[in-house]
């Protein structure tokens, strides 16, 4: 199955539409995604494997693989490093983003298969599918949606799916 986000901010679950938010800087083809620039990149990406914060949310009901996150969990976004767009655990010696948050927004992760293999840098790292901050605000890259909608994704995801993120009206794209 292929779910579907828009640069719009529409999300397409078996047939179900519903809202989600992608990057500040909008939508960007995979090609010209840079570390850092804000952009989701246009493309079909795999849904590699679901992690969650197991002491503020159950293990997810998904045939994906999944695995629980620690406070030590981080991923590597610094380009140049051999672990770039790969989980490390913290502390690590470059720069990482911490999976363990206090804001709510990586309870649920959905991995998805952005320039992984292998990472190239600085073409983009953590890119994911995760949970909508309360406000709304747009992601640095990821996609976000409502912790309703994320389990009703999971629940119908089967390894081999994927995400499209698509634009809505190709004079939408942003080059910068």
Same mark, same amino acid.
């Given at each position: 199955m292929i779910?579907?986000? +828009?640069? &719009?901010?529409?999300?397409?679950?078996?047939?179900?539409? +519903? &809202?989600?938010?992608?990057? $500040?800087?909008?939508? $960007?083809? *995979? *090609? &010209?995604? $840079?570390?850092?620039?804000? *952009?989701?990149?246009?493309? %079909?990406?795999? %849904?590699?494997?679901? %992690?969650?914060?197991?002491?503020?949310?159950?293990?997810?009901? +998904?045939?994906?693989?999944?695995?629980?996150?620690?406070?030590?969990?981080?991923?590597?976004d610094a380009p140049g490093d051999p672990a770039y767009n790969q989980p490390v655990r913290l502390p690590y010696s470059a720069s990482a983003e911490q999976l363990w948050r206090e804001d709510r927004v990586y309870d649920l992760i959905i991995i998805l298969g952005h320039n992984d293999d292998p990472p190239v840098s600085p073409m983009g790292s953590a890119i994911f599918l995760h949970l909508i901050q309360p406000d709304g605000a747009p992601t640095a890259g990821c996609v976000a949606v409502s912790r309703e909608d994320m389990l009703d994704l999971l629940a119908r995801a089967r390894p081999g799916d994927a995400l499209a993120i698509l634009q809505a009206d190709p004079r939408e794209i942003q080059f910068r």
């Open positions: 779910f579907t986000a +828009t640069s &719009d901010g529409r999300l397409d679950i078996a047939g179900r539409q +519903t &809202d989600c938010v992608l990057g $500040r800087s909008g939508v $960007r083809p *995979a *090609a &010209d995604k $840079r570390e850092g620039d804000g *952009a989701s990149p246009l493309g %079909l990406w795999p %849904l590699r494997r679901v %992690l969650y914060r197991p002491d503020r949310e159950p293990r997810p009901a +998904t045939r994906l693989p999944v695995a629980a996150v620690s406070p030590e969990d981080g991923w590597c």
